[in-house]
């Protein structure tokens, strides 16, 4: 929240810091779109805050977001150098200290029909990150068999918690755990959501022996580690190209285990896509964990082995 | 002999004084090379670095000479202890301040504040367009600044030692 709170404009701050700990607490994003009212989202609800701090569902009691407070809170987001985030304006979101997310809307600048960045910014989206540590606590003794980390499949519908599980499997095998001592990990991370890197910093905990490659394109990526920093264990969210599917095929023949993610709501519905459903029946995956919201975010569903039947638990070595 | 030892001082102070003036001509072409320096150091900086603003001008000014150099780690300072600056008010204070203990002349301080106005706020391109702007401007100024500096620096001095030996010339 701290590092929220430092790149806010003064007058955003001092209204933010006197809302309620009970909705600081739980605060997931806070929207501001210039000339409009300050919105807040926290918990299951989304309300607008006054100029005192309270919180309301009348917009025009709203504090009111003007343009000098786009210029001040682009400023501070930007280091005052928004050069340096040409990449991030073309992507529509900036990450900045704390692994936190920006995303922005405004007029759009194309040259030669692609988009080349925002100029006009006037829309904020500031989404608070949280670390969830332990997620991955459940589903690790199954990650492994005989001492081995398995080539992994984790399989969820949008918004279950599967970058969550993904980072945390990283940290525990990174940091090493009661199934296997720490491993070296390499984590290509193209949206910048696994590691919520800042100039290559990881700003999220994904272990020691963690190597990331942000913002670069997966496939790409994967064999970019392999060659350079030799991983155990390469992390990599959402495949879903076909050249993810080659770059997955070579990374596991590498001598490399791979854990990976795919959006779906469970295995029959990956496999009829064609890279992914090409990988399955070549048996590339030997574990697949299948989550759901069913019993909250990141309710694990189901875990399958490379046969698809149920995997049993392995000791502790 | 009193009378010696007064017309020797004045001698020497008026020396020195013609001494003095002569060096702001000779450092003004000095100051001014640097400054060029800096701001092409910044060019890079921002072009194929991509580096923040502040951290840009902290790297210019431990680089370049001191005199020039200040500047910008003074601009950095200000840029990170107060927040609610922008980069231009930032650099327009430090100018501000730091100008006086240069030898350098309002013509400059002039470029300077104008691409301060545009600091940090655009992306590369139009950066680079602004800061080579200002790059050719200080070019200009530079050779204005040798062309006086041949002029008036043996000037300056020849006058100040002659003058000093007129006053004595008419003491005794």
């Known amino acids: ?317 | 002999m009193i009378k010696l030892i007064g017309a020797l001082m004045v001698l020497v102070s008026a020396s020195m004084v013609g001494w003095q003036i002569s060096r702001t001509y000779a450092k003004r072409p000095v100051q001014l090379r640097a400054l060029l320096v800096a701001l092409q150091m910044l060019e890079t900086e921002i072009v194929y670095g991509l580096t923040p603003l502040q951290r840009a001008f902290v790297k210019v000014g431990q680089r370049v000479n001191k005199e020039v150099g200040n500047l910008f780690l003074l601009a950095a300072e200000l840029l990170e202890q107060e927040r609610a600056l922008s980069a231009e008010e930032s650099l327009q204070k430090a100018m501000k301040r730091h100008w006086p203990q240069t030898a350098l002349r309002k013509q400059e301080q002039e470029v300077l504040a104008s691409l301060s106005q545009v600091l940090g706020s655009s992306d590369r391109e139009d950066q680079q367009k602004h800061l080579r702007l200002a790059v050719t401007h200080l070019r200009g100024l530079e050779e204005e600044a040798r062309a006086e500096q041949d002029k008036y620096e043996k000037m300056y001095k020849s006058l100040g030692f002659l003058g000093g030996l007129l006053v004595v010339i008419l003491m005794f």
């Open chain 1, 1 to 317: 929240m701290q590092e929220i709170m430092a790149i806010l404009p003064a007058s955003v701050r001092n209204i933010m810091t006197v809302l309620p700990s009970t909705v600081l607490e739980v605060l997931e994003e806070i929207r501001l779109r210039q000339n409009q009212p300050l919105e807040i989202r926290y918990g299951q609800q989304t309300s607008y805050v006054t100029p005192a701090g309270q919180i309301t569902s009348i917009a025009r009691q709203g504090w009111v977001f003007t343009q000098e407070h786009v210029v001040k809170l682009l400023n501070q987001v930007s280091q005052h150098s928004l050069y340096a985030l040409e990449e991030e304006l073309k992507r529509g979101y900036i990450t900045v200290v704390g692994g936190h997310r920006i995303g922005i809307a405004g007029k759009v600048v194309l040259e030669r029909g692609e988009v080349k960045g925002i100029r006009d910014v006037t829309s904020f989206n500031i989404r608070i990150a949280r670390e969830k540590k332990g997620v991955a606590q459940k589903v690790m003794p199954y990650l492994f068999e005989k001492g081995t980390l398995r080539n992994t499949l984790v399989i969820s519908p949008p918004m279950c918690g599967k970058t969550t599980l993904l980072r945390d499997i990283a940290r525990q095998i990174s940091y090493g755990n009661e199934w296997s001592s720490s491993r070296k990990v390499g984590i290509v991370d193209e949206r910048s959501e696994l590691a919520g890197c800042l100039q290559g910093v990881p700003q999220r905990d994904v272990g020691p022996r963690t190597d990331v490659l942000d913002a670069c394109p997966k496939a790409i990526g994967m064999m970019m580690l392999i060659r350079s920093m030799s991983p155990d264990v390469l992390i990599v969210d959402e495949i879903g190209r076909p050249e993810d599917g080659d770059a997955v095929w070579e990374a596991i023949h590498a001598g490399v285990a791979v854990v990976c993610s795919a959006h779906g709501s469970d295995v029959e519905e990956v496999a009829r896509r064609p890279m992914l459903g090409k990988l399955i029946r070549h048996g590339a995956f030997s574990r697949y964990i299948v989550l759901s919201r069913s019993r909250g975010v990141g309710t694990i569903q189901a875990i399958y082995d490379s046969s698809l039947n149920p995997v049993k638990k392995e000791q502790p070595a």
